[in-house]
């Protein structure tokens, strides 16, 4: 199965830090990171969508993503 998340964050280094985790977790950088303003918190926001390829698994909506 292929799996996909959406990573957000605000524009410090948490954010890097979590792409970075996520990496580390085998998956993989998809498409560009987005950049845009956050009016409420009136922070920077980052973005970033990444993906990964899991086999022997079938996809459940109740999986928790970031644990595959």
Do not use: I
Not at 16 to 25: E, G, M, Q, R
Not at 49 to 54: D, F, I, L, M
Request: hydrophobic share 30%.
């Amino acid at each position: 199965m292929k799996l996909y998340r959406f990573l957000t964050g605000p524009d410090d280094a948490s954010f890097c830090h979590k792409v970075t985790a996520a990496l580390n977790k085998g998956w993989e950088l998809s498409g560009s990171p987005t950049y845009a303003f956050n009016a409420t918190t009136g922070e920077m926001q980052c973005g970033q969508a990444v993906t990964k390829t899991v086999h022997g698994k079938d996809y459940d909506p109740e999986m928790k993503l970031g644990e595959q």
